[in-house]
């Protein structure tokens, strides 16, 4: 499963329960690559948001990904403050039990 349908099926299912989702989408930019835009690299790669249940941010990787150093620093600057998920499809039933409202797994 690519990130890219992880995320698909992450927002998905959020929607499905009553979260919004933010998500930076690339752009190409004026020399023709594409990029991610951010004033500070690594930020997650969506934000969700629920009246009952609060705001996630979360970042996707595939089976085998790993956070780069920037987003570490996001995680490190986020999780004593906020609600930080590093989702991975293996977790696909403590995701869908967190966006139903229900305590994840520790």
Known sequence: MTEAEFQSEVVTAARYLGWIVNHAH?????????????IDAGF??????????????????????????????WRTYLTPH????????????????ELAGKQPAA
Do not use: C, M, N
Request: no cysteine; aromatic share 10%.
């Open 26 to 38: 690339r752009v190409q930019g004026p020399s023709g690559k594409w990029f991610t835009p951010s």
């Open 44 to 73: 997650p790669d969506l934000v969700l948001a629920h009246h009952r249940h609060g705001i996630i941010f979360a970042e996707l990787k595939t089976a085998k990904g790993v956070l780069s150093p920037a987003q570490v620093t």
């Open 82 to 97: 906020a609600v930080y998920r590093l989702w991975k499809p293996a977790d696909w039933h403590a995701i869908t039990a």
